[in-house]
């Protein structure tokens, strides 16, 4: 591997001034008789290496070694809760994900024009039947990626009062659903990002 070396220099004869220069060593190329390829090996220690000199300029602007960042999807969700069925606290709803089948909460895209509160309310609907109050402001969130995409999900996550649940709703039969504990909720979830937002806002 090249070993770069940077300097700046400073105004030149014409004007220009502040010049990032980078300087490297050339190496040498030897043909080898009984080889029809020429091979390469570096400059001997003892020896002056001979310097080029070329503008940074002409040199990539960014380099990622990794290939492109992936991209990002926004979305929202929705930790949907009642008040316990005779007994003190509060139960949380856990929705099956459609091909993970792993359990989780209520989320999906915010389309276009939409808060993450109207999108969050809207998704506890359309996956759960959940029809209830939504909190103003979000109350943290998480990542995650599909096992089958390499697209980033960054989803805020809102609390829903839930009033009741419809009977009918656009996935209904397409997901199972549960009410489960609140302190037991985290330990339920597939997502390793929403289990910590759990633990931390239920306990």
């Known amino acids: 591997m090249l070993s770069f070396k940077a300097k700046c220099c400073g105004t030149a ?6 010049l990032l220069l980078l300087s490297f060593p050339i190496f040498r190329l030897k043909t080898d008789g009984a080889k029809a390829e020429p091979t390469l090996f570096p400059v001997r220690l003892n020896e002056e290496p001979t310097m080029q000199t070329i503008f940074a ?4 602007t960014r380099v990622n070694a990794l290939g492109p960042a992936p991209s990002e999807v926004r979305q929202a969700g929705a930790i949907c809760y009642r008040r316990a069925r005779g007994a003190d606290g509060y ?25 993450s509160k109207d999108a969050a309310a809207r998704e506890a609907f359309e996956e759960a039947g959940v029809i209830g109050v939504s ?4 109350v943290g969130g998480f990542t995650y990626c599909k096992d089958s995409s390499a697209l980033v999900y960054r989803v805020r996550v ?42 931390r806002i239920l306990g």
């Open 91 to 115: 139960d949380v709803l856990l929705i099956s994900g459609k091909s993970s089948g792993r359990w989780g909460i209520p989320k999906g895209h915010v389309e276009t024009g939409e808060t």
């Open 158 to 199: 809102h609390l829903i009062a839930v009033r009741s649940l419809a009977s009918d709703y656009p996935e209904r039969g397409v997901r199972s659903n549960r009410w489960v504990p609140a302190p037991i909720a985290a330990y339920e979830v597939g997502e390793p990002g929403l289990r910590q937002l759990l633990v």
């Open 13 to 18: 004869r014409g004007g220009i001034s502040g």
């Open 135 to 138: 909190t103003e402001h979000s």
């Open 57 to 60: 300029s002409r040199l990539p």
